[in-house]
């Protein structure tokens, strides 16, 4: 505690979850500053905002911005703010005793770590985590416009390549991206993710954003074709069944994960993304990481966690856009082509 002219005093408070509650017993208080409110929970800000209610109490908030979820963020940069409330973006600019050390920092991360720079130094959410593998193809793809509008070409067919979920309450994300191959183009206009829902589910999604059978075909990895234990029913079998086309694409074996990482970085200067409609997608391909054994400082493989199957889904069609097209072979008769 710390005593102010005027009878005024300084408390510092835990707001962590387990000692928020100590909060409530305040009372008088005009002011609360909460410093790197990033990691603030919504049951911690759900305590502290009732109690600063003194006439002309003030919250003041300064944070760096990490995910577009956490609270603060929700609360502050929402649809809807509290009433009053004034939101300021500073960086670097605005600091008027900045040095030229400061500076230099500043360039290097642009020129060394660009997948880095605008969490950093612009204020913009977090997108890529520590080992990210994908990080710096879309800090590129940001930076040479191919991340912005996208159309689909009404003619050519909409192909949706899948990670395959399950319908339990914990089971992996059901994950899809719609993509046409046009030319050399890759253009990626939507991305769809579900957890413990049914293939109907699904379905439904795919019909109604225009993606029906007489548009799309789906591309399945290779337990696509796995039957499932309680319905005996595969993906495949029951996507056919629903009027689809269905590839599947054979397992990659050993290494499998690596494959589809090294494939996707090769196709990804060709790779053209819908900014709205892919955002959810995008920020999974960024957190996409190796994870680490910290103690002996060695990777151990891609870490299986909430972006993972975004990334796996883009991943196969990776492995899809590399394989090699069959051509067919046209015979003339007199009876016509055969």
Request: aromatic share 10%; with cysteine; charged share 25%.
């Amino acid at each position: 505690m710390i005593e102010t002219p005027g009878d005024g005093i300084i408390l510092f408070k835990g707001m962590q979850d387990t000692t928020a509650e100590g909060i409530k017993s305040l009372e008088g208080f005009r002011r609360a500053w909460w410093e790197e409110a990033q990691t603030a929970t919504a049951r911690s800000i759900g305590l502290l905002r009732p109690t600063m209610r003194a006439p002309g109490s003030e919250m003041w908030w300064s944070w760096n911005p990490r995910r577009k979820s956490d609270p603060v963020d929700m609360m502050l940069r929402g649809p809807e703010i509290p009433s009053g409330a004034a939101v300021v973006c500073a960086n670097w600019r605005d600091n008027q005793l900045r040095t030229p050390e400061l500076d230099q920092e500043r360039r290097d991360c642009l020129r060394i770590h660009p997948e880095q720079y605008d969490h950093i130094w612009e204020g913009a959410y977090q997108s890529a985590g520590e080992g990210a593998y994908y990080a710096r193809q879309l800090a590129e793809a940001r930076s040479e416009g191919r991340i912005g509008k996208v159309a689909f070409d009404p003619l050519l067919t909409i192909r949706l390549f899948c990670d395959i979920g399950g319908t339990g309450a914990r089971a992996d994300a059901f994950a899809l991206w719609p993509a046409q191959f046009v030319g050399r183009e890759i253009r990626v206009r939507d991305y769809y993710e579900a957890v413990g829902q049914p293939l109907a589910a699904h379905l439904a999604w795919a019909r109604a954003t225009g993606y029906g059978p007489e548009r799309a075909e789906f591309w399945l990895p290779h337990d696509g074709a796995t039957r499932d234990r309680v319905f005996a029913v595969s993906y495949e079998s029951a996507l056919r069944d629903a009027g689809y086309r269905v590839h599947v694409v054979p397992n990659q074996g050993k290494g499998a994960a690596a494959a589809r990482i090294e494939a996707l970085r090769r196709i990804f200067p060709a790779i053209w993304f819908d900014e709205a409609s892919t955002e959810a997608g995008r920020d999974a391909l960024g957190w996409y990481h190796e994870k680490k054994d910290e103690a002996r400082g060695i990777g151990l493989g891609p870490e299986h966690d909430w972006s993972s199957h975004a990334a796996d889904a883009a991943g196969l069609m990776a492995i899809a856009y590399d394989a090699p097209t069959q051509a067919r072979r046209i015979v003339y008769s007199n009876k016509g082509i055969v």
